[in-house]
């Protein structure tokens, strides 16, 4: 009962204020027609409080994401569904979703009457503003009688997730032989071990498969060869992201973080749908993502999956005390980096294998100014190092486009290991 209080709206206070009232002076008065009023005025809150209090278990709902993954700056939905079991009635209810600021406003429905045995589909519009693995909810409903002298709050649906994945600029071609490694023709290396005129073989041992002998190389041998059967080899790409707080400027949306992450989830999926395998990995060598270059759109979503959850690093320096790409080509963003961590970075990369760098000038999106001739001088003094040591370089800023970028880079990718770097 003392619960059911509680619930009492202002109205339903006064009224019950007026009745204990009413109650007093007909005792007083002796007037036992007041009696009557202020004992219907007494009961009259009391059995609305109780009634909803008893009839609020009988209301149910549901929340479905449209969709559940969805990239920085589009359009989704959230569709809500709202039902009433039960012979009692029920009056005005007042729904609302907790909804985090990154996703917009916090939407509010009033449902007047809820009709019994049919569901009522409410939705409301969100527009995500910043990546990362969001909370919806909870739902809250305020359950008021017809007469408004009772209401009580109820949380109908607890939390969903919604996946708010990096926004993906479509970008176009790719350094020449991209994917191989070593800065060589894809054409040669892809080829390897295929065909007639590029087949290895190996001497025969106990055991192996007649049907693999390779006549042609045994007759000019004297000795039984057969085939290796081997899948062509394909190199891959590794995307090195440098995520730490230390390294970029910037909050929000615009921050030089958020640009880093989408233009290193752009890059990853440009170059997997070219058919190259992709691993995306930390500052420090950690393997953030590893995707193959064949396969549906869950390899795409696992990148992006990994991005989103991605938190800012509290290391100051970038190590890695080795070669982050095993070999592979390497595409490093990177924010601010010391003239140590440049070294440390070039000291573990062959000087044959293809090494590209975009280094953000990470004081222009603090600012939101960008002015060439005024960069960061340990922006410059990196590039020059990197180039120096056969990297290809540009420099990124928050007023040049994200394709812009990636095509001057695939210009100083394709001199195959010659001292050159661009910068826009």
């Not at 149910?60 to 009692?88: F, I, T």
């Not at 420099?395 to 826009?424: F, H, K, N, Y």
């Amino acid at each position: 009962m003392l619960r059911s209080l509680s619930g009492l709206t202002t109205r339903g206070r006064c009224l019950l204020a007026a009745g204990v009232a009413a109650a007093v002076c007909a005792v007083v008065l002796n007037e036992r027609d007041l009696l009557r009023v202020a004992v219907f005025v007494i009961a009259l809150p009391l059995v609305v409080a109780v009634f909803i209090a008893a009839s609020r278990v009988r209301i149910g709902a549901s929340r479905r994401m449209l969709p559940d993954r969805v990239a920085v700056g589009s359009n989704s939905e959230v569709e809500l569904a709202l039902w009433r079991n039960g012979k009692l009635p029920a009056g005005e209810v007042l729904l609302e979703d907790g909804v985090p600021y990154a996703l917009g406003s916090r939407p509010r429905f009033v449902v007047e009457r809820l009709p019994h045995g049919r569901v009522v589909a409410l939705r409301y519009p969100i527009q995500p503003t910043l990546r990362g693995i969001q909370q919806v909810g909870p739902l809250r409903a305020t359950l008021t009688d017809p007469f408004g002298l009772c209401e009580f709050d109820r949380e109908l649906i607890g939390h969903s997730r919604l996946v708010v994945v990096p926004r993906v600029v479509a970008l176009w071609g790719l350094p020449s032989g991209a994917g191989i490694g070593a800065g060589d023709d894809g054409s040669v290396r892809l080829h390897a071990g295929q065909g007639e005129t590029d087949v290895v073989v190996r001497h025969y041992r106990q055991g192996d498969d007649l049907r693999k002998v390779h006549w042609r190389s045994t007759a000019r041998r004297d000795e039984i060869m057969v085939r290796v059967e081997e899948r062509p080899w394909r190199g891959g790409t590794t995307v090195l992201l440098d995520h730490r707080a230390a390294a970029h400027h910037g909050t929000g949306p615009t921050a030089s973080l958020e640009w880093a992450i989408s233009f290193a989830a752009s890059v990853c999926l440009h170059v997997r749908k070219a058919g190259h395998r992709v691993r995306l990995v930390s500052e420090h060598g950690k393997v953030l993502a590893d995707a193959p270059g064949d396969g549906g759109e869950g390899y795409d979503n696992l990148i992006l999956d990994a991005l989103a959850a991605l938190q800012p690093a509290h290391q100051r320096d970038l190590t890695t005390g080795h070669d982050p790409a095993e070999g592979q080509e390497l595409i490093a963003i990177l924010g601010t980096v010391s003239n140590e961590a440049v070294h440390e970075l070039a000291r573990y990369r062959p000087r044959g294998i293809r090494s590209l760098a975009v280094l953000l000038d990470t004081p222009a999106f603090a600012s939101g100014i960008s002015v060439p001739e005024k960069r960061a001088a340990a922006t410059e003094e990196s590039a020059t190092l990197l180039r120096a040591a056969g990297w290809g370089v540009v420099i990124a800023d928050p007023a040049t486009p994200m394709p812009q970028v990636w095509g001057e880079l695939c210009r100083t990718g394709s001199g195959r290991g010659v001292l050159i770097g661009g910068s826009l």
